[in-house]
């Protein structure tokens, strides 16, 4: 099974700063990697699909890159409405398999 | 407008059995693949089972291999999980989640359902 590493567990960050989040795959994935959000006691919401791409309705703040073990998602200016825990998962194969998560908080 | 909604959930004890549905709507459900996703309390994601498009194949995690059976009715656009020989570690919020096409291997999801509670406990 392919394993994701998420880093850090948590962040805590101004209004308007720059939030990056990483996921490191076991093996490689290409760019078989999807970033989600999960707001409290909400179902999760897709923010990036195939590492970068931007799913329909996102805010443009949201960008995500990497390739192969190594993928960040990025948001370049935080904003109120982002806290919440972001997950990645991995789509290259069965069993598919999610990050453990990264929860960020407004300061 | 692109609905997915989860029901089924419940109180069972350990050994127990519970099927979970998901009903669909706004979508060809025939052309689509479906996943089972899992959330303990308070803690991560965990992907459980996929069944493909016309049930062209079925995949699950190992955690649940041999207990839980995905399926899916196409004239009811309905997918099902059968859950048997339950544990205390199945008590998670149940997901249901579609694809956001339905071009094959395509496994990132959008949308999700609300989610249902299965308890596991005497």
């Known amino acids: 099974d392919i394993q994701m590493t998420q880093s850090p567990s948590s962040v805590s960050a101004s209004v308007g700063d720059r939030v990056t989040i990483t996921c490191r795959a076991s093996?490689?994935?290409?760019?078989?990697l999807a970033w989600y959000q999960q707001k409290p006691r909400k179902a999760p919401k897709l923010l990036i699909y195939?590492?970068?791409s931007l799913q329909s309705g996102v805010p443009s703040r949201f960008s995500g890159s990497g390739s192969g073990t190594d993928f960040t998602l990025t948001i370049s200016s935080l904003q109120p409405e982002d806290l919440g825990t972001y997950y990645c998962?991995?789509?290259?194969?069965?069993?598919?398999?999610f990050g453990g998560g990264t929860k960020v908080e407004i300061k | 407008e692109v609905q997915v909604v989860e029901s089924g959930g419940g109180l069972v004890q350990p050994g127990g059995s519970l099927r979970l549905s998901c009903v669909t709507s706004?979508?060809?459900?025939?052309?689509?693949?479906m996943s089972w996703v899992r959330q303990a309390p308070g803690k991560g994601l965990e992907w459980v089972s996929a069944?493909?498009?016309?049930?062209?194949?079925?995949h699950y995690a190992d955690s649940v291999k041999g207990r839980f059976t995905i399926s899916r009715d196409e004239s009811k656009n309905t997918l099902f999980l059968q859950m048997n020989s339950l544990r205390a570690e199945d008590t998670a919020v149940y997901y249901c989640?579609?694809?956001?096409?339905?071009?094959?291997?395509?496994?990132?999801?959008?949308?999700w359902g609300q989610g249902t509670l299965v308890t596991v406990s005497s």
């Open positions: 989640a579609r694809p956001i096409s339905g071009r094959a291997g395509t496994r990132w999801f959008d949308p």
């Open positions: 706004g979508f060809a459900f025939t052309t689509y693949a």
């Open positions: 069944i493909g498009a016309d049930s062209a194949g079925t």
């Open positions: 093996q490689g994935i290409s760019s078989s």
């Open positions: 195939a590492a970068s």
């Open positions: 998962q991995q789509a290259n194969s069965f069993p598919l398999t």
